[in-house]
């Protein structure tokens, strides 16, 4: 059985479609471990602040080596030579339903590459969450802060070469 004529996986298979001898699942059939439902296109569990726990933590694990912590795209691995994401807090992806974010973690994007298998897909609902609140903290309408956070950022802000936002 070891020494007989046989393709290893991914050898070139000239009589075989796309030239392959890995070849790609039967239509109608899962693989054992995939999901069958449909990803949902809003958030599918409660939103609470233990999801954006959950949602920070991931995405310090596995987002921050490139996306950086702050989600501006300059990570350790960028800084290293990695292509540079796109920033988060572009008007872009500010405007990106959360969906959108889950789908790029499922698939990849480009020269990112999926994280289907690392990051299970209730993760990565709360990755998407963080990734909002990332960019709530980076863009937030002024007129929609209470007096008490107003007051807060008044406080936090260096008040001798800013004047507050109008
Ligand atoms: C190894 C580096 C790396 C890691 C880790 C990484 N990304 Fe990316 N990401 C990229 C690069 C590079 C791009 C731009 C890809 C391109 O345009 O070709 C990108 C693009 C994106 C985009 C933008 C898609 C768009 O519409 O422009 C999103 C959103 C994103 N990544 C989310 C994530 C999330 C969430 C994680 C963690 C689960 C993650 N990435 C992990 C490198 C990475």
């Known amino acids: 059985m070891r020494f007989q004529p046989k393709y290893n996986t991914y050898e070139a298979a000239p009589q075989w479609p796309e030239n392959q001898a890995a070849r790609r699942t039967v239509p109608g059939t899962v693989a054992r471990d995939e999901r069958l439902e449909p990803i949902a296109d809003t958030l599918p569990m409660t939103f609470d602040q233990a999801l954006l726990d959950r949602g920070q933590e991931r995405f310090e694990i596995f987002c ?10 300059n990570g ?3 800084q290293r030579g990695f292509p540079a994401p796109p920033s988060f807090h572009s008007e872009r992806l500010r405007n990106a339903p959360l969906r959108h ?7 990849g994007y480009g020269v990112m590459y999926s994280y289907r298998d690392r990051v299970p897909l209730e993760d990565r609902w709360a990755i ?18 209470s007096a008490s956070q107003r007051a807060r950022l008044a406080d936090s802000v260096d008040d001798s070469s800013r004047e507050a936002p109008q």
């Open 76 to 78: 350790m691995v960028v």
């Open 128 to 145: 998407a969450t963080y990734i909002r609140a990332l960019q709530l903290s980076q863009h937030v309408a002024y007129d929609s802060l």
């Open 64 to 73: 921050s080596p490139c996306h950086a912590a702050s989600g501006y795209g």
């Open 101 to 107: 974010f889950v789908d790029v973690i499922t698939e």
